[in-house]
């Protein structure tokens, strides 16, 4: 049976500050050598927060400010559908398709970590993977003093390094309405980051560098 992966790829990774031509290169000569299928769930990145930034200053709700980040990670998944020569879906669920199916985000409430869950969910799935700019999940801010990889840990850990509530653009490594749903459905996250030879060993089950929370 063809492997079928879930993947939520962060804007910080698509889209840093200008487009990540480099990353995106990579992901499409590594995309044609895999022989499993993929769903790539595409992030906002800096086009996210300048523009939601620039209705929080205007006081604008976050509702508004989630609209804007909406339409960033669908413009970055638009780049990431066309670099990978597919079209990118309109809504979440199963879908018929050959090999790449490329996604953004569709309601406000939260990021599109909360949409790759669904995704997976759609499919039957319990595990998906978070592609973004850090190797791992850290006990605190990654590079500071005393910061440490954590490789393993469980929902509620993970909870206990990252409490809040959902706020646009909020600065943690998976959004609190993903981690419910994760834990409600006991869904497995697999934190890696951008390098893309490392996300395919990864996705192959093969040794890779990362965090594995359930
Ligand atoms: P992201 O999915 O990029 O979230 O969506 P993020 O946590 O800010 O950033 P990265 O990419 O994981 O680093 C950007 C913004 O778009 C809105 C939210 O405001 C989010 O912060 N958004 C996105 C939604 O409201 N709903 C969605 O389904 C997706």
Redesign the pocket.
């Known amino acids: 049976m063809t492997r079928l992966i879930v993947a939520?790829l962060?804007?910080?990774v698509i889209m840093p500050g200008t487009p990540n031509v480099e990353f995106l290169r990579d992901l499409r000569r590594e995309m044609a050598r895999f022989k499993g299928k993929v769903i790539f769930v595409i992030?906002?990145?800096t086009t996210?927060?300048l523009y939601?930034g620039a209705l929080s200053k205007l006081d604008n709700s976050k509702k508004d400010?989630?609209?804007v980040?909406?339409q960033?990670?669908q413009l970055n998944a638009e780049l990431v559908a066309r670099v990978l020569g597919v079209e990118r879906t309109d809504k979440i669920g199963k879908h018929n398709f050959k090999k790449v199916l490329v996604s953004?985000?569709?309601?406000?409430?939260?990021?599109?970590?909360?949409?790759t869950v669904e995704f997976a969910l759609a499919y039957g799935i319990k595990k998906v993977f978070n592609i973004?700019n850090v190797d791992y999940i850290y006990s605190k801010k990654p590079g500071s003093p005393g910061a440490r990889a954590i490789k393993k840990l469980s929902w509620k850990e993970f909870r206990a390094l990252f409490p809040g509530r959902w706020t646009?653009?909020?600065?943690i490594p998976f959004?609190p309405p993903a981690i419910r749903l994760c834990e409600k459905k006991s869904v497995k996250v697999i934190f890696i980051g951008s390098n893309v030879k490392n996300m395919f060993q990864a996705f192959k089950e093969e040794k890779f560098v990362g965090s594995v929370v359930k």
């Open positions: 939520s962060g804007g910080s992030g906002g990145g996210a927060r939601a400010q989630d609209f980040g909406i960033a990670t953004g985000g569709f309601e406000p409430g939260h990021s599109s970590d909360f949409d973004t646009p653009g909020m600065n959004d």
